[in-house]
DNA sequence: GCACCCTAGGTTGCACACAACATCGGGACG
DNA sequence: CGTCCCGATGTTGTGTGCAACCTAGGGTGC
């Protein structure tokens, strides 16, 4: 008893997610419906829900009797994303002072710093581990800010991991920066000063615009 | 030929969509795919895949094997909803003010002052043809914005229609003052003023919210 | 009288078959 | 030599059948 949870539309919806995310389908590949069935050994059916809930999510992108490409995101398209984000997450972020309890805290905070001890300049440094405890954090914090309106509109535009594929993209200072901004957030939680947290959260998003959309 | 898409998914999802924005189909309702699927004259598989893009975008709920349900929005809901307007739409609404062209303003003006005849108290008065006239300035606005993240952000999330179904909750100097939003939206367009055409959008949005949820 | 089980009905989930459409190649014509 | 047409091929779109599952109702044992 594996565990699987047996529905095949979520094991090929979390496949293909999976595979657009970590870069095993390049941006503006083509996702075939029977190349993708045959693959996970399902039927079309579950592999065509499947993309149909990717496109929503913008993953992919569908077109009539021509099929799924995975979607390219232009640097304006870019751009665009971070005005969202820095609309929204910053918001999320002061809330998250509100309803945050010590352990989601202390949870909070052992992530950032195992980011911090990831992403110290030397031989232990893995930048690549970085990109799953980083969407980890974030995603925690948007859940703490017990909003499910603001978090829908988030995930249905910036997929976190499309755009912060890696960091290697930093460089070190700006890396430095961004690491710190996660422990100094949970100091402001910790603080219970939503204004602070989210002043943080602002300048960890400008951090990261810059480095990867480039000067505005 | 009268121009049917043809693609019978599509006339599902548009079907399903007026249905429910229309109010059709109440909140809670239970949406049948075998029932759905012989009013449309279709078979279930466009039903389906209609259903599971509804669902992407929270118009309708899926439990497995206990099938689709029409979404019912809390008053928490429509609170976290406003939210997500506030911090997206005065942002989309001052960026029109950068792209709009003379013609795009002529018609958001039009736009506005239609409604506020047909808002006027009087025989004239109809208030249900608001709901439409409402959602095309609110769309029409957006797509000014230039802006395809933020739209699709937007979209996820606030389907103005379920939101504002009705313009009968408003008192009499509610629907004025919304009225004279538009109005003072569009002259502030065309001063090129982007922070006053979003600070009026602000006002717009805290005037419904007061109407629709209540006091905070 | 109450709790439990078990069966029957109805619904969704998936697989498969066929039809409609888009693309790409060769061949004929100008 | 270039252009247009047309068929071959592979893809997606839709219809249908069956299996799995959830839910409700009656019956039985305590």
Same mark, same amino acid.
């Given at each position: 008893m594996t565990s699987t949870t047996a529905r095949a539309s979520e094991r090929a919806l979390a496949d293909l997610r999976a595979a657009i995310l970590d870069g095993?389908?390049?941006?503006?590949a083509h996702v075939g419906e029977v190349e993708t069935a045959e693959r996970l050994g399902l039927s079309r059916t579950p592999v065509r829900e499947a993309l149909t809930r990717l496109a929503a999510e913008g993953l992919v992108e569908l077109e009539a009797h021509r099929g799924a490409r995975v979607t390219r995101f232009s640097r304006d398209d870019l751009d665009g994303i971070f005005d969202v984000r820095l609309a929204l997450e910053p918001r999320a972020t002061a809330r998250a002072a509100t309803h945050a309890t010590p352990a989601d805290l202390d949870a909070l905070e052992a992530l950032a710093r195992r980011m911090q001890e990831l992403g110290a300049p030397g031989p232990d440094q893995d930048l690549d581990a970085l990109v799953d405890l980083n969407r980890d954090f974030h995603a925690r914090l948007l859940e703490l800010a017990h909003a499910p309106a603001l978090a829908a509109a988030l995930a249905n535009v910036v997929h976190t991991p499309v755009v912060? =594929?890696?960091? =290697?993209?930093?460089d070190p200072a700006s890396l430095a920066r961004s690491l710190a901004h996660h422990v100094e957030i949970v100091a402001a939680l910790r603080a219970g000063d939503g204004d602070w947290a989210g002043a943080v959260m602002r300048c960890h998003l400008g951090n990261a615009r810059a480095v990867m959309v480039g000067p505005r």
């Amino acid at each position: 008893m594996t565990s699987t949870t047996a529905r095949a539309s979520e094991r090929a919806l979390a496949d293909l997610r999976a595979a657009i995310l970590d870069g095993d389908l390049a941006a503006g590949a083509h996702v075939g419906e029977v190349e993708t069935a045959e693959r996970l050994g399902l039927s079309r059916t579950p592999v065509r829900e499947a993309l149909t809930r990717l496109a929503a999510e913008g993953l992919v992108e569908l077109e009539a009797h021509r099929g799924a490409r995975v979607t390219r995101f232009s640097r304006d398209d870019l751009d665009g994303i971070f005005d969202v984000r820095l609309a929204l997450e910053p918001r999320a972020t002061a809330r998250a002072a509100t309803h945050a309890t010590p352990a989601d805290l202390d949870a909070l905070e052992a992530l950032a710093r195992r980011m911090q001890e990831l992403g110290a300049p030397g031989p232990d440094q893995d930048l690549d581990a970085l990109v799953d405890l980083n969407r980890d954090f974030h995603a925690r914090l948007l859940e703490l800010a017990h909003a499910p309106a603001l978090a829908a509109a988030l995930a249905n535009v910036v997929h976190t991991p499309v755009v912060t =594929r890696t960091f =290697r993209a930093y460089d070190p200072a700006s890396l430095a920066r961004s690491l710190a901004h996660h422990v100094e957030i949970v100091a402001a939680l910790r603080a219970g000063d939503g204004d602070w947290a989210g002043a943080v959260m602002r300048c960890h998003l400008g951090n990261a615009r810059a480095v990867m959309v480039g000067p505005r």
